[in-house]
């Protein structure tokens, strides 16, 4: 099928463009950096819609406008703010461990960074396709806790260590949930590799073809991936009523914004793992038989794909955030200890019960699907 | 048994108030925006007419005021924002009279307490809803509210307008001296059936004395 709109078309050419004129080794660090400086600069363009986005949705649910004097539509507004965040002065702290002070961002930053360049964008647009590509994402985006628990205690600050060490133990207790709940859907796909499962689900996505199961996992993952954000109603590491910032307390400027930037990083990474585990990834919406509808939806680039579903799960959480109160920390524990920990054990067993009898919809209508 | 169905209940409420309250807030995303932009907005605004905003004294076509000059808003102003300065005229008639000069009103000083509004008894001034004060500088605030030129209106055409607190009157005295006139009447006209009187209707004391002290002060102004 044609897709004249792909990236992929780009790449493909620039590449037998430079393997026509240097050797291999060239080649290949060329493409490197290249590769390193786009994702670089997806990244920072992101977390920019992002910012923008959740402060006008943000707006919405509360009856307000929202950015609206820079720019048309206050659309350069975050640019703005980026501006002005570049430009502060980095505060050094008094009697604060400087090493891990100055550390602890980039620990964030990085393990975002490590994530972000595992996801699988659009057709081509993948920069690593690790075999074990779940596993991966799962291991590197825990890495950022370290940030965080770093940044707390080399602040030389109170509010800053009670607040990363609530981090710490709602970062660990969610991240069990959320490996399970990938676990669940590893069983339903036979692979960690993010292509072949992003293949696997051309005509069905794994949100149906696990029907019940299926559907109880993204609930848990939403709402794990949420916690792990620091967002919503899970934000009481940085509850500004009872600790001025939380882990970040400290920080100015740069180092401020590179917190800043991984929050909202974070945020999109959580959806848009979501999106190819249990959405179809950059797929387009197709339908055995529909060859018609099959050609137009193709006709749509895959990136194009990728970014609207991430963006419905991305608004999804905003209204998550603006619709519950924070949970203590008892409740928080509770939450996960009680509930989503038992109903994900039982629920990886149902899913493992459901493929090993035939019972997914592929299995069971597979004209349909 | 119990505490596992307390479990599940506990669990599925939970999910059916969770989903109950991102109902709520997904209709509050439509609702109209309240945001007011203002300096865009300013010919559709709409600012309460009982927004007190600046002090005015107003004037008629004929340049005239109802100002007398009494000084009673400038003796109730808390923070002397009032300085009403008056001048000796003679009328034709021949008779002396003190009439405004100046009334100066220093905005940056107002608390907008509008006591001046309230106790002025010829009712010449009043607040004004015009909103957008700020000025560059200080001196701009201290304002003159007479015109250039004005005079006092004829005394018969300034008609104050009647304030609700005169026409409240406390209502609780009037039926308690109806009830007891017939009584009390009948006291002071016959004084021969008074004691028969006292004996068949056993008064308090309380009454009994105020019937005394009503006949007492009709027999002074009668003298």
């Given at each position: 099928?044609?897709?004249?709109?792909?990236?992929?078309?780009?790449?493909?050419?620039?590449?037998?463009?430079?393997?026509?004129?240097?050797?291999?080794?060239?080649?290949?660090?060329?493409?490197?950096?290249?590769?390193?400086?786009?994702?670089?600069?997806?990244?920072?363009?992101?977390?920019?819609?992002?910012?923008?986005?959740?402060?006008?949705?943000?707006?919405?649910?509360?009856?307000?406008?929202?950015?609206?004097?820079?720019?048309?539509?206050?659309?350069?507004?975050?640019?703005?703010?980026?501006?002005?965040?570049?430009?502060?002065?980095?505060?050094?702290?008094?009697?604060?461990?400087?090493?891990?002070?100055?550390?602890?961002?980039?620990?964030?930053?990085?393990?975002?960074?490590?994530?972000?360049?595992a996801i699988p964008?659009?057709?081509?647009?993948?920069?690593?396709?690790?075999?074990?590509g779940v596993l991966y994402v799962t291991?590197?985006?825990?890495?950022?806790?370290?940030?965080?628990?770093?940044?707390?205690?080399?602040?030389?600050?109170?509010?800053?260590?009670?607040?990363?060490?609530?981090?710490?133990?709602?970062?660990?207790?969610?991240?069990?949930?959320a490996g399970f709940a990938l676990m669940t859907i590893v069983v339903l796909a036979g692979t960690m590799q993010f292509s072949t499962m992003i293949e696997g689900q051309?005509?069905?996505w794994n949100l149906f073809n696990g029907?019940?199961?299926s559907m109880?996992a993204f609930v848990l993952y939403l709402?794990s991936g949420?916690?792990?954000?620091?967002?919503?109603?899970?934000?009481?590491?940085?509850?500004?009523?009872?600790?001025?910032?939380?882990?970040?307390?400290?920080?100015?400027?740069?180092?401020?914004?590179?917190?800043?930037?991984?929050?909202?990083?974070?945020?999109?990474i959580i959806a848009s793992i979501a999106t190819t585990v249990f959405l179809g990834g950059y797929l387009?919406?197709?339908?055995?038989?529909?060859?018609?509808?099959?050609?137009?939806?193709?006709?749509?680039?895959?990136?194009?794909?990728f970014?609207?579903k991430t963006?419905?799960l991305?608004?999804?959480?905003?209204?998550?955030?603006?619709?519950?109160?924070?949970?203590?920390?008892?409740?928080?524990?509770?939450?996960?200890?009680?509930?989503?920990?038992?109903?994900?054990?039982?629920?990886?067993?149902?899913m493992?019960?459901?493929?090993?009898?035939?019972?997914?919809?592929?299995?069971?209508?597979?004209?349909?699907? | 048994?119990?505490?596992?169905?307390?479990?599940?209940?506990?669990?599925?409420?939970?999910?059916?108030?969770?989903?109950?309250?991102?109902?709520?807030?997904?209709?509050?995303?439509?609702?109209?925006?309240?945001?007011?932009?203002?300096?865009?907005?300013?010919?559709?605004?709409?600012?309460?007419?009982?927004?007190?905003?600046?002090?005015?004294?107003?004037?008629?076509?004929?340049?005239?005021?109802?100002?007398?000059?009494?000084?009673?808003?400038?003796?109730?102003?808390?923070?002397?924002?009032?300085?009403?300065?008056?001048?000796?005229?003679?009328?034709?008639?021949?008779?002396?009279?003190?009439?405004?000069?100046?009334?100066?009103?220093?905005?940056?000083?107002?608390?907008?307490?509008?006591?001046?509004?309230?106790?002025?008894?010829?009712?010449?001034?009043?607040?004004?809803?015009?909103?957008?004060?700020?000025?560059?500088?200080?001196?701009?605030?201290?304002?003159?509210?007479?015109?250039?030129?004005?005079?006092?209106?004829?005394?018969?055409?300034?008609?104050?307008?009647?304030?609700?607190?005169?026409?409240?009157?406390?209502?609780?005295?009037?039926?308690?001296?109806?009830?007891?006139?017939?009584?009390?009447?009948?006291?002071?006209?016959?004084?021969?059936?008074?004691?028969?009187?006292?004996?068949?209707?056993?008064?308090?004391?309380?009454?009994?004395?105020?019937?005394?002290?009503?006949?007492?002060?009709?027999?002074?102004?009668?003298?």
């Open positions: 099928m044609q897709q004249p709109l792909e990236i992929s078309n780009l790449t493909t050419w620039l590449d037998t463009a430079l393997r026509s004129g240097l050797p291999t080794f060239w080649v290949l660090l060329i493409e490197f950096v290249l590769v390193g400086v786009a994702l670089l600069a997806a990244y920072a363009v992101i977390a920019l819609i992002l910012i923008y986005a959740e402060r006008k949705i943000t707006a919405f649910f509360q009856a307000r406008i929202g950015p609206n004097r820079v720019g048309k539509y206050g659309l350069i507004q975050s640019v703005a703010d980026m501006i002005k965040i570049l430009l502060k002065e980095i505060v050094k702290i008094n009697r604060a461990d400087r090493f891990l002070f100055f550390a602890a961002p980039v620990f964030m930053i990085v393990a975002s960074m490590l994530t972000f360049g964008f659009g057709q081509g647009l993948h920069a690593v396709d690790f075999n074990i291991a590197v985006s825990s890495l950022g806790i370290i940030g965080v628990l770093l940044a707390g205690w080399s602040s030389n600050n109170k509010y800053a260590m009670i607040g990363a060490m609530r981090s710490g133990a709602q970062f660990v207790s969610y991240e069990l949930s051309r005509y069905c029907h019940i199961s109880i709402i949420h916690a792990e954000t620091n967002r919503g109603p899970f934000d009481l590491p940085e509850a500004e009523s009872e600790l001025t910032a939380g882990y970040h307390t400290e920080y100015s400027g740069l180092q401020f914004g590179f917190y800043y930037l991984a929050e909202y990083l974070n945020m999109f387009p919406i197709q339908v055995h038989g529909w060859d018609g509808f099959n050609q137009i939806m193709t006709y749509i680039p895959t990136y194009v794909w970014f609207g963006a419905v991305i608004f999804l959480s905003l209204w998550v955030r603006w619709s519950f109160p924070r949970l203590r920390i008892d409740q928080l524990l509770n939450l996960e200890w009680k509930y989503l920990l038992p109903i994900n054990l039982v629920n990886i067993l149902v493992v019960i459901i493929v090993l009898s035939g019972l997914t919809l592929t299995d069971l209508l597979p004209g349909l699907f | 048994m119990s505490s596992i169905l307390k479990y599940f209940s506990g669990l599925f409420t939970g999910i059916g108030s969770l989903l109950g309250g991102m109902a709520v807030t997904w209709k509050e995303l439509w609702t109209k925006k309240v945001t007011q932009q203002y300096p865009e907005n300013r010919d559709t605004l709409v600012i309460s007419d009982r927004f007190r905003c600046e002090l005015t004294m107003p004037h008629d076509e004929n340049n005239e005021h109802a100002c007398t000059a009494c000084g009673i808003c400038e003796m109730n102003c808390p923070n002397g924002t009032i300085t009403v300065n008056t001048k000796m005229i003679e009328t034709e008639d021949g008779k002396k009279k003190k009439v405004l000069d100046t009334y100066i009103w220093d905005l940056g000083m107002c608390t907008f307490c509008n006591l001046c509004v309230l106790t002025c008894p010829s009712n010449a001034i009043k607040f004004e809803n015009t909103f957008e004060n700020a000025v560059f500088t200080r001196s701009k605030l201290v304002q003159q509210l007479n015109h250039e030129g004005s005079k006092m209106r004829e005394k018969k055409k300034a008609e104050k307008p009647v304030t609700p607190i005169v026409t409240v009157k406390p209502p609780v005295v009037e039926p308690v001296v109806e009830t007891k006139a017939p009584v009390t009447e009948s006291n002071a006209k016959t004084e021969d059936t008074a004691v028969e009187a006292k004996a068949t209707v056993t008064e308090p004391l309380s009454e009994i004395l105020a019937s005394v002290a009503k006949k007492a002060k009709a027999e002074t102004t009668e003298n």
